[in-house]
């Protein structure tokens, strides 16, 4: 499988080199200034507009306190008029780091390690922050209340409007097993934000300990998140499988860069990769007892919230000895 993002800009590297170097990606060097900018205070009331370009706040180290990046984006956003003269920081758009990596301080950014979300703006306005702030790499029109994705097989899915750039970013994921680096086109898979300890694995760790080498049907799976998790606790095998083609893809690339050998197939539903111990399906659950033929120790099901389960837990019940409800 090719591990590439289709921007062709090399957005996606294996999780080795990542982690290799995301622990010094963020912090300041000793020449690097905070801006001690005021988040409930409007912008015009801190900075000059007339300095706010792509030099300001520079350090030689090539990177900008994450406020200043901030302060440029919604400079410009008052001046295409989706802001009013006085928005402060805290109102202008929601940052998406990546690799995002939780840091107990806001994070000194280099070039593209932002995609930015945000519910008011123009394409000409993404463009203009395109092109004149390094830092950003993509720009998206939604509302962070919603989730992206297809929440079952009777829904319509939801999606953001990517408006300029790439939306390809990574979440650094911690786990008892080792760390996960979680690829999502962030337009079409739901946004989640990286923690010291993933919630998520936390109410799976305890069923992983009852069993030795357990084989797990991560049914919603997303993008791999919690089936990775379990190939590295050591399963014997892991089908993952989810109804939403978009997050099926974001599976299949983050075996990849987790070290994960995938041979992929040309179809949009049904069986569409697989590896040594593992499958990836496209089906809707209720069809995968039929499919699969197998009984499974644990079944994981992750689904957006306010869904309701019982039809899920009633579709797997029959073929998996336990069923995880993540919430």
């Keep these: ?47 000059e507009f007339k300095r706010l370009n792509e030099n300001f706040g520079l350090c030689t180290c090539g990177k900008r306190h994450l406020d200043v990046v901030m302060a440029h984006i919604l400079k410009i956003m008052i001046h295409e008029g989706i802001r009013d003269e006085n928005s402060t920081l805290r109102n202008t758009c929601t940052p998406l780091i990546t690799p995002a990596y939780p840091t ?22 993404a463009d203009k922050i395109i092109n004149e702030i390094p830092e950003v790499k993509g720009i998206l029109y939604g509302d962070i209340r919603q989730t992206v994705g297809l929440k079952d097989s009777d829904s319509e899915p939801n999606v953001y409007k990517l408006l300029a750039g790439c939306d390809m970013r990574c979440d650094v994921v911690f786990t008892p097993y080792g760390e996960l680096c979680i690829y999502r086109n962030q337009a079409e898979i739901h946004v989640e934000f990286s923690k010291p300890v993933s919630p ?15 084989s797990i049907l991560d049914c ?10 379990c190939l590295k606790a050591g399963a014997k095998r892991v089908v993952f499988n989810d109804i939403w083609y978009p997050a099926i893809k974001m599976t299949l690339l983050n075996l990849q860069v987790n070290g994960y050998d995938t041979d992929s197939f040309d179809v949009n539903k049904g069986l569409i990769g697989s590896g040594e111990n593992f499958q990836v399906y496209c089906q809707d659950i209720k069809k995968l007892e039929e499919s699969l033929q197998e009984k499974f120790d644990i079944c994981i099901i992750d689904t957006f919230p306010g869904v ?3 039809n899920f837990i009633n579709s797997v019940k029959g073929f998996c000895k336990e069923v995880i409800v993540i919430s």
């Design 1 to 47: 499988m090719n591990m590439d993002c289709i921007c062709g800009a090399g957005c996606v590297k294996d999780s080795a080199t990542i982690l290799k170097q995301i622990k010094n990606k963020y912090p300041a060097c000793v020449h690097c200034k905070n801006p001690h900018l005021k988040k409930f205070k409007p912008l015009k009331d801190q900075i």
């Design 104 to 125: 107990k301080s806001p994070p000194y950014l280099m070039e593209n390690s932002m995609v930015i979300l945000t519910d008011k703006i123009t394409k000409n306005c």
């Design 200 to 214: 998520k694995v936390e109410i799976l760790k305890p069923f992983l300990d009852k069993y030795k080498n357990p």
């Design 220 to 229: 919603t799976c997303g993008p791999g998140t919690l089936g990775i998790t």
């Design 308 to 310: 309701d389960t019982e």
